[in-house]
């Protein structure tokens, strides 16, 4: 293939999403519906924050991907 790995990547993601995507006010409203249930569990100390650097960390070990510099 001659487009750059990225460009593929893009493109994959695209084609994949485009399968069963829902329509985008759809797709919001879900998103807004599971935001506000995160923030309730926050509230209500049934779920704790996790700062980003430990997620993409554990993200990264998990697939063998050290991070770059």
């Known amino acids: 293939m001659k487009l750059a790995i990225e460009d593929r990547a893009r493109l994959a993601e695209k084609l994949i999403l485009s399968l069963d995507a829902p329509p985008e006010e759809e797709n919001l409203r879900l ?7 995160r923030l309730r569990e926050l509230r209500a100390g049934k779920a704790k924050e996790i700062p980003a650097r430990g997620v993409l960390r554990r993200a990264r070990a998990a697939i063998g991907v ?3 510099s």
């Open 31 to 37: 998103w807004v519906a599971e935001a506000e249930r």
């Open 66 to 68: 050290e991070k770059a």
